[in-house]
């Protein structure tokens, strides 16, 4: 039998390739999902690799402190990519969205992404894993104030949930950075408000995107690969002005002699986070939102283990205990939402039956 998409397109190949894939969910499914897994969690390790880690050894070694640079990187590299895909497509390359919108996306945009990088430098990755898994309130609030959304109790009540794992792991330990471990107590303590009011930027500034971007699909006849482009157009404007304004073009360039190694990392980083997105659309295209959620909660589990395990992060029991009640509040909320969708589907399956 053939696999139908959830747009209900079913395409035709001759191919036996494609035919397997056709006739495999199981296989589309461990692609999807291994792709979304393996290329966001390699976008994870290398962000810490670079903003956390000395390049170099000895008196030489030192670390990468122009963080709009690699903002600039991405964009540069997934613009690309979405102008192929629309010329692949054949879709219009002309707007549809008024530019100021993409303009505000990509000004937020810039801004989430380079708070999420700088703060590696002031707290570890797992807090930053965790700080994303957070953001569940702030697009709430930010549907409530640009859409007009309502939230059920439940949905409040675990979002609270998933905050309060998240804050006892920032109580229950250590959390600086590689870099920063041998502060003092008043030191490591100023490092870590750094950190988190990092974090907080990136929470205010993600939510904002989200939610307007979902906006603009809703208001706009657009395409995905049209808004990345327009998008990630005008993040390529905004980072090369904090770029010649506050300068990091040439010192990036210079660290790059210094490092070689700084390339292939900065540069699969780039195309990590753009071709993570390739499997993110693939995932819920062919199995929807909820399965998309699963597999992001388990891709920030995997990660924060990796970087535990690699780096040496020091973790209490506590803040084990605060991560098992982040992450339990993720999946159930994914859980509840494959309740509803099947409750939908036995609803609207009833009332076609029903209709003579």
């Known amino acids: 039998m053939e696999a139908t998409p959830l747009n209900g397109n079913s395409p035709s190949y001759s191919n036996s390739l494609y035919a397997m894939w056709e006739r495999s969910p199981a296989l589309r499914l461990s692609v999807c999902c291994g792709g979304v897994v393996l290329l966001l969690g390699t976008y994870g390790f290398l962000q810490e690799r670079i903003m956390a880690a000395p390049y170099g050894v ?19 590299v ?7 895909m629309v010329l692949v497509k054949g879709e219009s390359i002309k707007n549809g969205p008024p530019l100021w919108k993409y303009a505000a996306v990509s000004v ?7 708070c999420q990088y700088e703060a590696l430098k002031f707290v570890s990755f797992p807090v930053q894993m965790l700080g994303k898994s957070s953001k569940m309130v702030p697009v709430m609030g930010w549907g409530i104030a640009i859409s007009g959304k309502s939230y059920k109790l439940l949905d409040w009540l675990i979002a609270l949930a998933v905050t309060g794992g998240c804050t006892i792991f920032l109580i229950g330990g250590n959390i600086l950075s590689s870099k920063e471990q041998d502060a003092g107590k008043s030191e490591g303590l100023v490092l870590a408000s750094i950190g988190l009011c990092l974090m907080l930027g990136y929470l205010a500034c993600d939510g904002f995107t989200s939610m307007f971007q979902e906006k603009i699909f809703k208001d706009h006849n657009v395409t995905p690969y049209n808004q990345m482009l327009y998008v990630n157009l005008f993040s390529i404007l905004v980072s090369c002005a904090a770029l010649v304004a506050f300068g990091g073009f040439p010192q990036s360039f210079a660290f790059a002699a ?29 199995f929807g939102a909820l399965v998309f959620a699963a597999t992001m909660n388990l891709r920030q589990l995997v990660s924060i283990l990796i970087s535990v395990g690699y780096y040496s992060h020091p973790v209490t029991w506590l803040q084990w205990t605060g991560v098992a009640i982040c992450f339990s509040g993720l999946f159930l909320k994914t859980y509840l939402g494959h309740l509803a969708y099947k409750e939908k589907e036995k609803k609207e399956g009833n009332e076609g039956k029903a209709t003579p």
């Open 58 to 76: 000895g008196a030489a070694a030192e670390y990468f402190k122009y963080t709009v640079f690699l903002v600039f990187l991405n964009r540069v």
């Open 78 to 84: 997934s613009c690309a990519f979405a102008f192929f």
């Open 108 to 114: 937020s945009n810039v801004m989430a992404t380079t």
């Open 258 to 286: 210094r490092h070689p190694m700084f390339i292939p990392d900065a540069l699969l980083l780039s195309f990590s986070a753009t071709f993570g997105q390739v499997f993110i659309y693939s995932t819920i295209f062919w």
